[in-house]
């Protein structure tokens, strides 16, 4: 989804899946949260990507 500062990943369900930390080797990587509920990425394409593996 949309984010300020670019695109957003979130979990639905943070008891059967986390943003994992392997997000913040991805290129355009801005945030994670400590939780795991989401990440932010800066490129669109490469959010949508990252997030197909989830």
Known sequence: ?????GWQIQSFDTTVTLV????ED???FI???ASGFM???KDYAVAVEF???L
């Not at 989804?1 to 500062?5: I, K, S, T, V």
């Not at 994992?20 to 997000?23: A, F, G, L, M, Q």
């Open 1 to 5: 989804m949309p984010h300020a500062n």
């Open 26 to 28: 991805l290129e355009g």
């Open 20 to 23: 994992p930390e392997s997000v």
């Open 39 to 41: 990440a932010v990425l």
């Open 51 to 53: 997030a197909k593996t």
């Open 31 to 33: 945030f994670r949260h």
